[in-house]
């Protein structure tokens, strides 16, 4: 018993030992105490390239214009949290400015969303004044124009995706990225509190759009909300002039990028045959 109290006391000197001379080596060794920085944040690059769902699904480019506004950092981040649950998605956030501000790219670097953060203005001539009502002209177009221009210059028509418009101001059910996820040209559905409605919409017949349940410019080629269609990535990058007009009339700024894509025939009712309504716009028109 002497014998292994005598051991164990000697094992332990030895490593006390070493211990005590280590410490006293690393005396007077320079100490890298300098602080850690972050290099520059890249805004084109994506934060997260994995795959949130892993199940190598078809990507949802979600397009979102936004402009500075004292309610602009709640209502992106509102919509933000409601795109976290979605997998496989790619935000791209294009401001209506001469540069990217520090607000929305903090913003997005929080996010933990893959993301595209752009920026384009508005020409003066095209921009609402204070005094004018939110409907006098369109709002976005550059915008949204901007991300079709970084989309073809970015991806392939052999990419499998999807492009959503998706405004910030706007409420979106989860269910609708689902929905819209295998897209194979344009798909469609209802929109609530719009155009003085509860909701606006496509009427389908067997499967096939025959008609629009909406009550403001009924003979518009397609009335239906920017909220309410999503697009195949492929179709539009086979038709590279497809783009909004920016001069198009009041409430036809959507058939100005649908036209030249797809007729009214061939449009894919989602969202249980255009029955269930997912998305909500904050304004009427």
């Known amino acids: 018993m002497r014998l292994k109290l005598r051991n164990i006391f000697l094992v332990y000197f030895v490593v006390s030992s070493a211990g005590l001379l280590y410490a006293l080596l690393q005396l007077g060794q320079q100490c890298d105490c300098t602080r850690q920085t972050k290099p520059p944040h890249d805004v084109h690059r994506w934060e997260n390239t994995r795959p949130r769902g892993g199940e190598n699904l078809p990507v949802i480019y979600v397009v979102t214009p936004t402009h500075a506004r004292p309610h602009q950092r709640a209502e992106l981040t509102r919509l933000s949290q409601t795109l976290l649950l979605v997998p496989d998605l790619h935000w791209i956030l294009v401001e209506d400015s001469a540069a990217r501000t520090t607000l929305v790219a903090d913003l ?15 020409p003066p001539a095209m921009k609402l004044k204070d005094s004018d009502p939110n409907w006098l002209k369109p709002r976005g177009v550059e915008q949204r124009n901007e991300a079709l221009r970084w989309l073809r210059e970015n991806r392939s028509p052999t990419d ?7 405004d910030d101001d706007n409420t979106y059910s989860v269910k609708i990225f689902e929905e819209m996820r295998n897209t194979q040209k344009v798909s469609v559905w209802p929109v609530g509190l719009v155009g003085g409605l509860r909701y ?13 349940h909406t ?8 009335p239906i909300d920017m909220a309410g269609f999503a697009v195949s990535l492929a179709l539009l990058l086979n038709h590279p002039k497809a783009q909004f007009d920016p ?9 100005s990028l649908l036209g030249p894509l797809v007729a009214v025939g061939e449009l894919e009712p989602k969202a249980d045959n255009c029955t269930k309504v997912c ?4 304004y009427n028109n």
């Open 160 to 166: 499998h995706g999807v492009v959503y418009f998706a």
């Open 108 to 122: 997005l670097a929080q996010s933990k969303l893959p993301y595209t953060h752009l920026n384009t203005l508005t």
């Open 279 to 282: 998305t909500y716009t904050q």
């Open 247 to 255: 001069n198009a009339e009041r409430g036809f700024l959507e058939s």
């Open 200 to 212: 606006e919409g496509p009427l389908v017949t067997g499967g096939k759009v025959v008609g629009f």
């Open 215 to 222: 009550a403001w410019k009924t003979h518009r080629p397609f």
